[in-house]
């Protein structure tokens, strides 16, 4: 039996006392004060990077979730700006009122991303610089989804350069693929695993989902707050997330501290709303989500360069990376 099994039997067999609860909460804060942040490569997704906490200091944390909800981060520590915090649980009941696309047997549910990111290369002259790219794909998504997804991924086109190292490092052949990948594989297992979010087991309950979101990102990111909200933003993005699932990660999103209104007109891919972002001073970035707040519609995330990086061309206020979606319910897939 593993340590986390053992914690969860714990749980469920015996309810902390006040006095164990105030120990708990002890340790969590130590553990969160004795992390370490360094500012990690730049790179495109960051999903793996380990950062800010060390590893007794995760050990901690992931005991103080584990062992009572009581003594998880979601709650008791604040939440999100007033505004912020209204916007998004407007946005939630609107999308708690919407039906999700009905798919027939026959048919699939259309996903198009449309994304930017921020990569960084070297020149044939060993010259080190960051560009931008524009990936665009399209995901067809079967009624049944443990039968085959088909994806369709288009070549990335070179979105922007910074300057004559970013320039030179383009030149060297950065972006070369000019063919059109289609891949097939069931249960969305395009590369062995699962490459999309997967819903099933996620608790519909706010304060329970960020608590397991906090449990299941630990060790993670910059911060357990900041992390929790990228969780939400990539798992939004994959446009697999039900409408009730999608609610409740809207109210969890309301829930972290730090996150406020960042923009009240922002514009993503062609499309008006609001942005809800948090500031993460160790890595010096800003994530956000755009929602459209009368519909409660994601509009798309993105992330924001606000502290300069001495070793880099990209200006501050540059988005280094944004996604945008869109679905619709289709007969067929493409052939080839």
């Known amino acids: 039996?593993?340590?986390?099994?053992?914690?969860?039997?714990?749980?469920?067999?015996?309810?902390?006392?006040?006095?164990?609860?105030?120990?708990?909460?002890?340790?969590?804060?130590?553990?969160?004060?004795?992390?370490?942040?360094?500012?990690?490569?730049?790179?495109?997704?960051?999903?793996?990077?380990?950062?800010?906490?060390?590893?007794?200091?995760?050990?901690?944390?992931?005991?103080?979730?584990?062992?009572?909800?009581?003594?998880?981060?979601?709650?008791?520590?604040?939440?999100?700006?007033?505004?912020?915090?209204?916007?998004?649980?407007?946005?939630?009941?609107?999308?708690?009122?919407?039906?999700?696309?009905?798919?027939?047997?026959?048919?699939?549910?259309?996903?198009?991303?449309?994304?930017?990111?921020?990569?960084?290369?070297?020149?044939?002259?060993?010259?080190e610089g960051d560009y931008q790219y524009r990936d665009h794909g399209t995901l067809y998504i079967p009624a049944d989804q443990s039968d085959e997804w088909t994806w369709v991924r288009y070549p990335s086109s070179l979105e922007a350069t910074f300057g004559p190292r970013s320039e030179a490092v383009v030149a060297n052949g950065a972006l070369t693929s000019t063919s059109v990948e289609v891949l097939r594989a069931k249960n969305a297992q395009f590369y062995g695993s699962r490459n999309t979010f997967e819903p099933d087991g996620w608790p519909r309950d706010p304060y329970l989902l960020l608590n397991r979101i906090y449990l299941s990102t630990v060790g993670t990111g910059p911060s357990p707050d900041g992390e929790a909200l990228v969780f939400i933003a990539d798992a939004l993005r994959d446009g697999t997330v039900p409408a009730d699932l999608r609610s409740a990660m809207l109210k969890a999103a309301a829930m972290i501290p730090g996150v406020t209104i960042t923009d009240d007109e922002a514009t993503l891919n062609g499309q008006l709303g609001v942005a809800i972002g948090r500031f993460e001073d160790g890595w010096g970035t800003r994530q956000e989500v755009i929602v459209d707040p009368g519909t409660g519609l994601l509009i798309g995330e993105r992330e924001v360069l606000v502290t300069a990086d001495p070793?880099?061309?990209?200006?501050?206020?540059?988005?280094?990376?944004?996604?945008?979606?869109?679905?619709?319910?289709?007969?067929e897939v493409p052939a080839g």
Do not use: C, K, Y
């Not at 969160?32 to 050990?59: D, K, Y």
């Not at 070793?311 to 007969?331: C, H, K």
């Open 1 to 127: 039996m593993d340590q986390l099994t053992l914690l969860r039997r714990v749980h469920e067999e015996s309810r902390p006392s006040v006095a164990a609860i105030n120990e708990g909460r002890a340790a969590l804060f130590a553990a969160i004060e004795s992390g370490t942040s360094s500012r990690p490569p730049r790179v495109a997704r960051r999903r793996v990077r380990i950062a800010g906490l060390g590893a007794l200091a995760a050990g901690a944390l992931t005991v103080a979730l584990v062992l009572s909800n009581v003594v998880g981060l979601a709650g008791w520590r604040g939440s999100a700006d007033a505004a912020a915090a209204a916007v998004l649980t407007d946005a939630a009941h609107a999308v708690a009122q919407t039906a999700d696309p009905v798919v027939g047997a026959a048919q699939f549910l259309r996903v198009d991303t449309t994304s930017v990111g921020t990569a960084f290369g070297e020149s044939v002259d060993r010259v």
């Open 311 to 331: 070793g880099s061309e990209i200006p501050v206020g540059t988005v280094l990376r944004w996604s945008s979606i869109s679905t619709e319910v289709v007969d």
